[in-house]
Structure formats: C-alpha cells, structure tokens
C-alpha cells in the first residue's frame, strides 16, 4: 500500500491577520488542494483562522471569514501567513506559536511572521530564517547577524520560512512526508513547476537575479558588494580582490548588466535606503550612513527615485 494512501485526515490550521499576503495563502491552499485531488480523497483539510473571528482583510483587498483561535487547537500543521507591512507585529501571533507548539502541532512560519518569532525567542537568530527585506531589518534594529539566507530552516517542529513564491516549495517539501514521490511529482507538473526547491536553498536578494548566470566574477563582486554596504568598496579593491584590472570588471559589468560597477554598487545601497526608509523609524541621517552616502545623500536618492526621502518617509504615513 502507498504512503498516501495510510495517512488519516491531516487538520491544517491557515492563520492570518489583516494584511496577509494573498501569494502566501494561495500557495498553501493550492498545494493542500490539489494533493486531495491527485490522491482521489481528502488528506487535508483546512481552515482559517485568525486570533479574532471574523472578517480578515489581505493586503489586495480580499475578504476571508476566519474562525477565532481556539486556546486548544487541534491541528497537525499550522502555517502562519506572512504580511504586506513589514512592520507588523502582534503579540498574539506569538501566543498562537506557543499554542499551536504546545499541542506539538508542526509548525510553519512565513516571512513576516517567521520575523516575529525570532525577533522574540532568538538572541542571534541562529537556526532560523525570513525573506531577505526582513533580514536585513532585524539586522538593523536588533542586531540579529546569523539568520540564515536559505528558504526555510527546520528547527525543533518550526520551520521558519521566506514565504511569498517559495511558500509553494515549503508546502510541497512539507506535503512530501505524507505523499509518495510520484504523487508529489504530480502536483508540481501541475503546478507547472519543473522543480521544487529544497529549504536549503539560497534566497535571491535585491538583484541577484540580473546577474545569476551572467559571469563568476560578477556573482562575487556583487556578494561582496551587499556584504559592504554602510562602507563601500572602491571598483579598484573589488577588482584587486577578484583577480582582475579595474577595466576589465567595468567592462563585464557593462556587457552583462549594462551598467558600471559604481553604478550598480549605488542602486544596491539605494534599494537597501528605500527599505529602510519605508519600513523603520531610523532618522534620515541614520539611513544615509547605514547605506554609505554622505551629506549629498538626498540629491542621489532623489535623481534615482524622483523623490526625497523625506517624500517617500511622509508617502508611508499618509
């Protein structure tokens, strides 16, 4: 008899708060859905859940009705949905974790909320991972260095997570122990995904992808680039480290990227700003030396984004 077919009903608890990303729900819902279908019965079943019933709001306007948390769930699995706002936090997504943890339910957190438990339970972050704007934020505010860059991190019945598109690769990694392969392989050709990314995979960040493939040299002139933001690098000592002349690195960047190496260095550590600006409470000035700009810090931002940053600060409070 096939795996598949021994497994009992499986409860998946689907818990959100206003703001859910609708990617995240859908990569849940989808996966569990169609892994009924391919198995021809209902292994899954699922619910929304939220720490108040009612009606919950996703960030693009959706409406779900969700059942309150009950203070003694029954679920197997729990996935915590991410949200739009990176600084959302809520102490009863904390309760719930513990809950849900208590009941020795699995439990998976995804981004934004994978960022609150470790914020919360985690003096380094070691062990534990988030999608890579979270990353950096808890680096700033709360000096966590070691959360790892991968998709996802099992610790312990946690696993925390990325989310966004990668919510499809977690859930059909986590389906995968109550599935048989061919079952599984099923669902992603479905899907239309010709691989399922494994949770030790690295997260691409601001960029990577104008430049995967592209040439090594680039690959690691761009890592030690995001490595060296507050304090940036010259073109001449990302060159002397890579083994090649200044020339010959400004003209693979040009080539492959259609940009000088200063340049690019300058969209990276304005991108990073426009993060940090939107999404922290860190002055101006802050921002500016956290990202390697000094008085004239203003006029690049503004010649890139057509905007001050003191525009794209009042734009997030209105």
């Known amino acids: 008899m096939s795996i598949d077919l021994k497994q009992n009903n499986m409860k998946v608890d689907i818990i959100l708060s206003d703001g859910f ?16 279908r391919v198995v021809d019965k209902k292994m899954f079943t699922f619910r929304y859940v939220s720490p108040e019933a009612g ?3 996703s960030s693009a306007d959706t409406w779900l009705n969700a059942s309150a948390l009950s203070n003694s769930p029954d679920a197997d699995i729990a996935v915590f949905l991410g949200n739009s706002d990176l600084n959302f936090t809520s102490r009863e997504i904390e309760k719930a974790v513990h809950k849900y943890r208590y009941t020795n339910a699995k439990v998976v957190l995804l981004a934004e909320a994978a960022a609150i438990y470790i914020s919360a339970n985690s003096d380094d972050g070691f062990g534990h991972t988030t999608h890579w704007e979270n990353r950096l934020l808890l680096e700033e505010r709360s000096g966590l260095y070691d959360i790892a860059p991968s998709l996802a991190v099992s610790t312990d ?29 099923t ?3 479905i899907l239309l995904l010709d691989k399922v990314r494994s949770f030790e995979t690295r997260q691409p960040g601001a960029m990577d992808a104008l430049s995967a493939g592209k040439d090594s040299h680039i690959d690691q002139a761009i890592k030690m680039m995001q490595s060296n933001i507050e304090e940036p690098l010259k073109t001449t000592e990302l060159a002397k480290v890579l083994g090649q002349t200044t020339r010959s690195l400004e003209r693979q960047f040009l080539r492959h990227l259609g940009r000088s190496p200063g340049r690019f260095y300058r969209e990276l550590r304005l991108i990073r700003a426009q993060n940090f600006l939107v999404n922290t409470d860190m002055s101006i000035l802050e921002i500016a030396a956290a990202c390697g700009f000094g008085s004239n810090f203003g006029k690049i931002y503004k010649a890139y984004y057509g905007k001050t940053p003191r525009e794209t600060r009042k734009e997030r409070l209105v």
């Open 21 to 36: 990303v609708m990617t995240e729900l859908s990569g849940v819902v989808d996966v569990l859905r169609l892994a009924n």
């Open 55 to 57: 009606v919950v709001k």
């Open 157 to 185: 019945k946690i696993v925390t997570c990325a989310g966004l598109v990668s919510t499809y690769d977690i859930m059909l990694q986590i389906v995968a122990g109550y599935l048989s392969k061919a079952k599984l392989l």
């Open 187 to 189: 669902i992603s050709s």
